[in-house]
């Protein structure tokens, strides 16, 4: 059988990436990459296996024997290494999120046009159980035609903010603005009904007391209203900073409506879904577990089991496999775009902006120079406020008490 020689770039989300190269017959893996005591900690975990393991990314790409690289280190640098991983004749499979500016993503697009390798992205949400059986049940006709649906990923951070930004004030996720981290709440939707999105509004919930704690400068909480190019509209909503965590998707169709439990139901979050058909005005609501459909070993991977089907996937492409189901980079920008327009209409007043169609070569040359973001190193004279109202004023402090924190937990 032939298999798929892989390398993983950052060994602390790359784990799970790692896992999957360990637990399946299609892949191997023959290289990691990280620059933190965690490569230590993998040479340990895996020695004599023939993997090699690298703390400086020049001489992982140039010197590791591998066909794909997995690149799992800072959301904000994705970019740039898949377009060095891409020009050097690797396949890439990219966590979220794929770019940080416009510039990034013309970038990004024309790499992988130019390599004619294979690029996935890794939303993982969306080949959680609930969304691929909404997908199914869509694709069907079951639901009819498909006129609006709602997507929410809630994450209280607060717990575990320290350890994330190793209590840099300048750390990407201090500086990320409400609305970027969008797609595990837009990425799914987008999944299910196959439209591309056209145009959003944004909106912020204002800066918080916990968004003060946790040392992050933006609004807790983002929300897009979303219209796709049918004129259905989807409402997506998320955040690093509400007091609860949720993980939710809804669906209505001209026929019924599907939805997922909530993340702190009991009864199974996104395993379970309920399904509400509307027949002959009878209504007919059922609700059940949709049935894994990947790889036995799978089940068990994290976010119920969508990470070995992410990777699955993305190495059936690679060998030629017609029914292989990757998000590719066109489709990772239409996840990806709504946010970074939905921030931009919420630094003017929510005026809707109409998302650019990548695809088109012509409209890219409209952003090729478009650097505009809340990252200081990479946005040079279109450096965005973090927040409508300007960058929060957080003390020192703060982020000394999370050194402190790391400190005595001996991860610093």
């Known amino acids: 059988m032939k298999q798929v020689k892989i390398g ?44 090699r393991f690298f703390s400086d990314f020049d001489s992982f790409l140039q010197e590791a024997d591998m066909d794909a690289v997995v690149l799992a280190n800072y959301a904000n640098d994705h970019a740039p290494f898949a377009i060095r991983c891409l020009n050097a004749g690797k396949h890439v499979m990219s966590e979220v999120l794929p770019v940080e500016t416009m510039a990034e ?8 046009e130019k390599s004619g390798k294979v690029y996935a992205y890794g939303e993982n949400y969306c080949y959680m159980p609930a969304p691929r059986e909404m997908k199914k049940l869509l694709k069907e006709g079951r639901l009819g035609k498909f006129e609006y649906g709602e997507g929410e990923y809630m994450h209280n951070c607060e717990p575990d903010w320290a350890s994330l930004t190793l209590a840099d004030p300048m750390h990407w996720r201090n500086r990320m603005y409400s609305t ?72 209505y169709g001209s026929e019924g409506r599907v939805e997922s439990a909530r993340e702190d139901a009991e009864n199974g979050a996104v395993d379970l879904v309920y399904l509400n058909l ?39 492409k690679i060998l030629g496999d017609p029914e292989a189901e990757i998000i590719d980079v066109y489709r990772a920008m239409d996840m990806f775009l709504p946010g970074l327009f939905a921030y931009r209409s919420i630094l003017h007043g929510n005026m809707p902006y109409e998302i ?22 990479k946005a040079g004279e279109n450096l965005l406020p973090v927040s409508p109202g300007g960058d929060p004023q957080i003390p020192d402090s703060v982020y000394a008490a999370h050194r402190q924190k790391l400190i005595d937990n001996k991860v610093l």
């Open 8 to 51: 993983v770039l950052g060994a602390r989300r790359g784990q799970d990436m790692i896992r999957f190269c360990m637990n399946t017959e299609t892949a191997v893996l023959t290289a990691i990459c990280d620059n933190s005591p965690k490569l230590q900690e993998m040479e340990a975990k895996y020695p004599n296996q023939g993997i």
């Open 105 to 112: 993503a013309v970038a990004l697009i024309e790499a992988v």
């Open 180 to 251: 970027y981290y969008c797609t595990h709440s837009i990425g799914p939707l987008l999944f299910i009904t196959g439209e591309r999105p056209v145009r959003v509004s944004g909106f912020e919930v204002p800066f918080n007391d916990r968004m003060y704690r946790m040392g992050a400068q933006a609004g807790p909480i983002g929300t897009e209203i979303i219209t796709l190019e049918s004129g259905a509209l989807l409402k997506s909503i998320h955040g690093v900073g509400p007091s609860e965590n949720s993980i939710w998707y809804s669906i």
């Open 278 to 316: 509307t027949k002959n005005k009878v209504k007919n609501l059922t609700s059940y577990e949709p049935a894994y459909q990947g790889e036995e070993a799978g089940k068990t991977s994290n976010h119920n089991g969508a990470d070995h089907l992410v990777m699955e996937h993305f190495v059936k």
């Open 356 to 377: 650019p169609d990548l695809r088109d070569p012509a409209v890219r040359e409209r952003y090729r120079n478009d650097t505009s973001c809340t990252n200081p190193e």
